[in-house]
């Protein structure tokens, strides 16, 4: 693992460990620096400041939670584990979704999310005469879905089990995005619906 990993993920577990009994807003660079044994100066190298290092914390954690998506199986999987990622850290993730711009952490979320859509709205239109337009469209109606879905859940206290979420999710697509790729594609070929 490269040095530069090493030192993001002992700023991002000081920064974990500094909320655990300091209130988000009352955390600062110094005190996350000393905590993860460093110099301000090497915090400020990694990031911008305390809303980068939540980004970047997000981000990894969605990479090394969700994995790769090939099929509804893998996609309520993906779910599960991201609802129990989040429900795990469940301070963590409450001390900082309301600290992030409102705008700027739905982007984010939309974007990791549409990220994980698309490749697999893409795997299930192989074969399909579907317009990239119509192809972005699915995307971002099922996107939109997930991550309002998800933070509704979050901003509710996660109280369903995430199992349960994601079953009824997994129920709400089993057929719809297939069919709805099958009749944007059928648009395509001048069948009109």
């Known amino acids: 693992m490269a040095t530069s990993t090493i030192t993001k993920r002992a700023i991002a ?6 909320i655990k009994t300091t209130p988000l807003e009352q955390v600062t660079v110094s005190a996350i620096a000393e905590r993860a044994g460093i110099n301000r100066q090497t915090f400020y190298y990694h990031f911008h400041d305390i809303y980068d290092l939540l980004i970047w914390i997000y981000r990894n954690e969605a990479d090394q939670t969700i994995g790769r998506v090939e099929s509804l199986g893998d996609m309520r999987c993906a779910l599960v584990n991201c609802l129990r990622g989040l429900r795990d850290n469940r301070n963590f993730v409450v001390q900082t979704i309301h600290r992030i711009d409102t705008p700027y952490a739905y982007r984010f979320a939309y974007d990791e999310v549409s990220a994980y859509t698309r490749s697999f709205i893409e795997m299930l239109a192989r074969g399909l005469d579907i317009s990239e337009e119509d192809l972005e469209l699915v995307t971002r109606f099922y996107t939109v879905g997930l991550v309002e879905t ?3 859940w979050v901003t509710n206290g996660m109280k369903e089990e995430p199992e349960r979420l994601a ?3 997994m129920l709400m697509l089993q057929g719809t995005l297939e069919g709805s790729l099958d009749r944007l594609s059928g648009r395509a070929h001048g069948r009109e619906t």
């Open 13 to 18: 577990t000081a920064l974990r460990d500094l």
């Open 150 to 152: 998800v933070y509704t």
């Open 167 to 169: 079953g009824r999710i």
